[in-house]
């Protein structure tokens, strides 16, 4: 049953006694006689028990967050009281089930300064109900300040990196907030629950002296600042002197490795490693690689068949730098060579008209190298085979007649392919003055023959460049 349900039956009830009784003592012949039995609780008249009543209530506040209730009864009965902001009340102190006539009760965690409604409810051994009337009472208003101190860090303390900034703070009430600050302004948002502790990025700040202060605050708007705590920042760094370690991750120690082959190391360092530098045989393979994963490729082709040593050399910003163990690799790159040199002729331009002693020119190259160059002249060689670039030949124009002559290379390399060049064209022109005249004289008829009727004379000419007409 409900508070509401159990004092209405407990108003019929007490109606119901009442009209009893005052149909006993309608019948007795002395009215006083009667009401000293009602008011008696150990009448020997044998009238029903006085009903219980509530008196003398009173409601005090005890401090900010307390009221304290007190009443008596006629009766031994239980203590409980309501109370709230409202006459709806919505709280209640638990029954106390002790059967006492004086009676004392508190409601607590109340808010400061706020009025309260209050209403007390007893019952006695037979659980008849009394309940008051409505009383008010306001808590006390809260006028102390919290008090805060900072317990850490330590006034003095040196701070380097990330610290922690921690703050006791308390009050009367409870605290609201409180607000971290460096050099007197807010550092991050205001803390609103304990612990009351804020993490201090000392690298924001520059290196030197700070004061670090922490402001509490309650509802009531009363704030306490802190004792100041000085502190030197100082995020110096020392110098490094360790050096990075570095080890070659591939190939393995004793690899057979041919054609192009990636590099790889392992290189870490105290602070950061700046770049590793790749060598084979203690000469650099390319340029160091700055980043993360460290590697780079080496074409074994532009080493010898047989041992070689890989190492890597890894370095800090400080200059600090540590060479890896050896890795020793074998290199077999001995493979059929099918690929063909390339070759053309690159002097004389085709068309060119020639003279004189010329120097015919070749450009030619090889996947694995260029053995030689034969230059041939209208399909014969010319001159002898060269070996070693740059492929060139002299060729003596005046050897050849003056007109249309066709140049080309054939380029061979050591597998004995062979590729030969687009041929070009060229003019020879080797025309020069002729001061030589024809030698000339009569072969018919003979010199004093006797003739007679048509003849045919002839004649014998020659010239050292050739006979342009015979004149008879």
């Not at 007490?14 to 009784?21: A, C, F, I, K, M």
């Not at 031994?76 to 638990?94: D, F, L, R």
């Not at 590729?419 to 018919?444: E, G, L, R």
Request: some cysteine; aromatic content about 2%.
């Amino acid at each position: 049953m409900d508070l509401r349900s159990r004092r209405h039956c407990n108003a019929n009830r007490r109606n119901l006694r009442s009209s009893l009784s005052v149909l006993l003592l309608a019948g007795m012949a002395a009215w006083q006689s009667g009401c000293a039995g009602l008011v008696g609780a150990n009448s020997s008249g044998g009238g029903p028990p006085p009903a219980l009543a509530i008196t003398s209530p009173t409601a005090s506040a005890e401090s900010t967050t307390k009221v304290n209730v007190s009443w008596a009864t006629n009766l031994p009965a239980t203590s409980q009281v309501e109370y709230g902001t409202a006459t709806n009340y919505g709280s209640s102190t638990a029954v106390d089930s002790t059967m006492v006539t004086n009676h004392q009760a508190s409601a607590s965690s109340l808010k400061a300064g706020t009025l309260y409604h209050v209403r007390i409810h007893s019952h006695d051994a037979s659980n008849n109900e009394a309940v008051s009337s409505d009383l008010t009472v306001t808590t006390s208003a809260d006028a102390t300040a919290p008090t805060v101190s900072i317990s850490s860090p330590n006034a003095n303390a040196t701070l380097t990196g990330t610290v922690t900034v921690t703050a006791n703070a308390s009050d009367d009430v409870a605290v609201a907030g409180v607000q971290i600050k460096v050099d007197n302004a807010n550092y991050g948002a205001e803390l609103t629950a304990a612990p009351f502790t804020r993490n201090l990025d000392t690298k924001s700040f520059s290196n030197g002296n700070h004061v670090l202060t922490a402001v509490a605050r309650d509802a009531a708007g009363h704030s306490t600042t802190s004792a100041q705590v000085s502190v030197k920042v100082d995020n110096t760094a020392p110098p490094d002197t360790t050096a990075p370690t570095v080890s070659i991750t591939s190939p393995a120690n004793s690899a057979t490795v041919s054609a192009t082959i990636t590099i790889s190391s392992s290189a870490s360092d105290n602070v950061g490693i700046a770049g590793v530098q790749f060598k084979v045989d203690g000469n650099n393979i390319g340029s160091e690689d700055t980043a993360s994963p460290y590697s780079a490729s080496l074409d074994t082709k532009t080493l010898s068949n047989g041992s070689h040593v890989l190492t890597a050399v890894a370095r800090d910003a400080s200059n600090n730098s540590a060479t890896s163990a050896n890795v020793t690799v074998n290199v077999n790159n001995t493979t059929a060579d099918t690929t063909a040199p390339t070759v053309s002729i690159s002097s004389p331009a085709t068309g060119a008209s020639v003279s004189s002693s010329i120097t015919v020119s070749a450009n030619a190259s090889d996947n694995v190298g260029v053995a030689s160059v034969q230059f041939q002249l209208d399909g014969a060689n010319l001159g002898s085979l060269d070996t070693a670039s740059p492929y060139s030949v002299s060729w003596s124009t005046s050897s050849a007649s003056n007109g249309s002559h066709t140049l080309r290379a054939i380029a061979k390399d050591a597998a004995a392919n062979s590729t030969t060049s687009a041929s070009i064209t060229v003019t020879v022109n080797n025309t020069v003055s002729d001061i030589t005249p024809p030698t000339v004289s009569i072969s018919s008829p003979a010199g004093g023959s006797t003739v007679s009727g048509t003849i045919t004379v002839g004649a014998n000419a020659s010239d050292n460049v050739g006979v342009a007409s015979v004149q008879f």
